[in-house]
Each structure stands twice: as C-alpha cells, then as structure tokens.
C-alpha cells in the first residue's frame, strides 16, 4: 500500500459520511493522467493549482483597494489564503475533506481581473460575450493554464470553482446551483466570511469606512472585532452543520452576515467603484481592449499560441484578464507612451 492509498484508506476511516472520498472522484477529462504514489487527486490538484503562474499572479491584483495603493491592503493572493484558511477549519471540525476544500479555495480567483471588480465589471460590458469571473476561473484551468493545455484537474474541483460566487440579495444562493460537494458549500460561504471581514478592515484602514457606520445591531450579533467576527461565523456553521448533508448557519447568523454584506456593496464596493481611480482604471482597460481589437497582431506578439481559437474578442478579453495590476498599467504605457495614469 504506496502513502496515496493509506492516506485514502484514512479518509474512509475518519471523515464523515457526507465528506468527499478522494478515491471516489469522478475523475478528468483527460483519463491518460498516472495517479500519484504519494498525493490522493485533490492533494495533487492543490498543487497543480499552486505551482501555477496564475496562482501567482494574485499577489498583484486587486482585492478592493488597488494593490498598488499600498502593501497593508489585501491582494487576491491574501484574500484566497484567507479563504482557505477559514475552509480549512470549517471542513475539519465538520470531518470533511480538507485537501478538497484548500483546491476549491486556491482556484475560485485565478480567473479575477486586474483592478477587481471594476476591471471585471468593464470586461463584462466589453466583451460581447459578457464575464464572470467564476466561469473565468474555470476556463484558466480547463485551458488557459500551461499555455493552452489547462490543468486537468478533478471533476469536484472544477464544480467548486464554477459555484462558489453568490449573488447579492443571499451569499448562500448561486444562480448555477449548489455545488455537488459540502467542501465546495464551505468554501462558498468562506469566501463570504472572509471577504466580508478582511475588506471592513481594509476600508477602515482605507478611511472610506468608520467604526461608528457599521450598523450596531449587527455588530451586536457578530462582534466588534474582526476576530471575534470570523470566529462567530465559523462556529455558527459547524455548530448547525454537524452531522448533516448541508452547509447552515442559524437564522440570527445568517441574517446578519446578509445584511452585512449588503451594507458593503452599498458604503464600500460601489462607492470605491466610483472613485477616481476606478474611472482612471475603467479608461486603461477600455483602450487596451480596443486597441487589441483592432490591432490582433500586437495581441498574437504576446499570447501563446494554444490560446488561439480565431475568436479575437475571447483572445483579448483572455489575455486582460490575465494580467496583474502593474502589469496592464506597463502594457498601457508601453502602447500609448505615456505615464501610467496612477
């Protein structure tokens, strides 16, 4: 028995009924891939995910304040480990799959745009074809990743990635459906406890955001600090989600988180979307879009060749959304010669 297998014959012994068996994956697309001695599929998935230059390119995208702004404010890269930190916790005390649960979370942003989601919300409106950045993340990883080739990773990964967005009135519903595991539930609902936590930090911090705003019946049920916050929504999940086939929290929690949630879109999101710099940022991504539109030979100077699939449009939007902050502001100035705007 190589280490894969005892780690397999382990997860049959301890994990939940309702966890996710690495030996039961559905498996992938590409069936000609050797099973590794010592990693289960998922392991080996984290990895694959991990190693990947789009993983890395997170450190240079924006979270909501853009990454250039200062080192203090979350990147993507920060925000995905805090997603998988929170997941980690939750999928462990409930006994499901820790190993599925960390694939989900490094994956769900590698298809995130640079400047957040105000360069999201531009592609959306350039692309013909429209975007998102969940169906993006996963069309890194079925082929944009490794030029073309994708990474090939398991069916439960992939379906973790494509659902873990929410929409605005209910962090817990998603338009696609639940995901097919709980790893992939808690990973959707981490993502909401995280980035709900991290960006009041960062919008305090930020100054576009006081203390005394935050509504108090709210901070009465969840807490007044950013760790007793976390902790209080991560308890309440395990605590109603012990011994059952569903991811919960109680109707006080929920209730709360919701409306929190629904008070950032208002005082935060949409305001920062506004600023100065997201209509500087809207300006750069707009004129790179229509510049390699109408100039595809630039483009096919800087893509790799695997990407191609005569769709000019798709290859632009593609090779965007690829980019990092600083990257897309040194192609803006390489182009036109001239100072990045910010």
Same mark, same amino acid.
């Given at each position: 028995?190589?280490?894969?297998?005892?780690? @397999?014959?382990? /997860?049959?012994?301890? *994990?939940?009924?309702?966890?996710?068996? %690495?030996?039961?994956?559905?498996?992938?697309?590409?069936?000609?891939?050797? /099973?590794?001695?010592?990693?289960? =599929?998922?392991?080996?998935?984290?990895?694959?995910?991990?190693?990947?230059?789009?993983?890395?390119?997170?450190?240079?995208?924006?979270?909501?304040? #853009?990454?250039?702004?200062?080192?203090?404010?979350?990147?993507? *890269?920060?925000?995905? #480990?805090?997603?998988? @930190?929170?997941?980690?916790? &939750?999928?462990?005390?409930?006994?499901?799959?820790?190993?599925?649960? /960390?694939?989900?979370?490094? $994956?769900?942003?590698? $298809?995130?745009? =640079?400047?957040?989601?105000?360069?999201?919300?531009?592609?959306?409106?350039?692309?013909?074809?429209?975007?998102?950045?969940?169906?993006?993340?996963?069309?890194?990883?079925?082929?944009?990743?490794?030029?073309?080739?994708? *990474?090939?990773?398991?069916?439960?990964?992939?379906?973790?990635?494509?659902?873990?967005?929410?929409?605005?009135?209910?962090?817990?519903?998603?338009?696609?459906?639940?995901?097919?595991?709980? /790893?992939?539930?808690?990973?959707?609902?981490?993502?909401?406890?995280?980035?709900?936590?991290?960006?009041?930090?960062?919008?305090?911090? @930020?100054?576009?955001?006081?203390?005394?705003?935050?509504?108090?019946?709210?901070?009465? &049920?969840? $807490?007044?600090?950013? $760790?007793?916050? &976390?902790?209080?929504?991560?308890?309440?999940?395990?605590?109603?989600?012990?011994?059952?086939?569903?991811? *919960?929290?109680?109707?006080?929690?929920?209730?709360?988180?919701?409306?929190?949630?629904?008070?950032?879109?208002?005082?935060?999101?949409?305001? !920062?979307? +506004?600023?100065?710099?997201?209509?500087?940022?809207?300006?750069?991504?707009?004129? #790179?879009?229509?510049?390699?539109?109408?100039?595809?030979?630039? +483009?096919?100077?800087?893509?790799?060749?695997?990407?191609?699939?005569?769709?000019?449009?798709?290859? !632009?939007?593609?090779?965007?959304?690829?980019? %990092?902050?600083?990257?897309? #502001?040194?192609?803006?100035?390489?182009?036109?010669?001239?100072?990045?705007?910010?």
């Amino acid at each position: 028995m190589n280490i894969r297998e005892q780690i @397999q014959d382990f /997860e049959k012994q301890y *994990l939940s009924p309702y966890a996710q068996q %690495s030996s039961a994956t559905r498996g992938r697309r590409r069936k000609d891939e050797k /099973e590794c001695d010592h990693r289960t =599929p998922y392991q080996k998935d984290r990895d694959k995910i991990l190693h990947s230059v789009y993983f890395r390119k997170l450190k240079g995208k924006t979270q909501v304040f #853009l990454s250039t702004t200062g080192e203090q404010f979350r990147t993507r *890269l920060t925000h995905t #480990l805090e997603v998988s @930190q929170i997941a980690r916790a &939750i999928a462990r005390a409930l006994k499901l799959n820790e190993d599925l649960a /960390e694939a989900i979370s490094y $994956g769900h942003d590698l $298809g995130h745009t =640079p400047f957040g989601h105000t360069g999201e919300k531009m592609l959306n409106q350039l692309y013909s074809g429209g975007f998102k950045h969940a169906a993006q993340s996963v069309r890194v990883v079925t082929f944009l990743a490794r030029e073309g080739k994708g *990474l090939n990773l398991t069916y439960e990964v992939i379906d973790g990635i494509a659902k873990h967005s929410k929409v605005i009135e209910n962090f817990m519903y998603n338009t696609g459906g639940d995901p097919v595991t709980l /790893e992939g539930m808690v990973v959707r609902i981490s993502d909401t406890i995280a980035y709900i936590n991290h960006d009041i930090d960062d919008a305090l911090k @930020q100054r576009v955001l006081k203390q005394s705003e935050i509504p108090a019946d709210i901070m009465d &049920i969840l $807490g007044y600090e950013h $760790g007793d916050r &976390i902790s209080k929504m991560v308890m309440d999940v395990v605590n109603n989600s012990m011994g059952k086939n569903e991811i *919960l929290m109680s109707d006080e929690v929920f209730q709360a988180t919701n409306e929190l949630r629904k008070f950032m879109f208002k005082k935060v999101y949409k305001n !920062v979307a +506004l600023d100065d710099v997201s209509g500087r940022a809207e300006k750069i991504m707009s004129d #790179l879009y229509e510049f390699y539109k109408t100039h595809p030979d630039k +483009l096919y100077e800087k893509v790799p060749a695997g990407w191609d699939d005569g769709n000019i449009e798709r290859l !632009v939007c593609d090779y965007l959304a690829s980019m %990092s902050d600083v990257e897309l #502001l040194k192609d803006y100035s390489d182009l036109f010669l001239i100072k990045p705007l910010f």
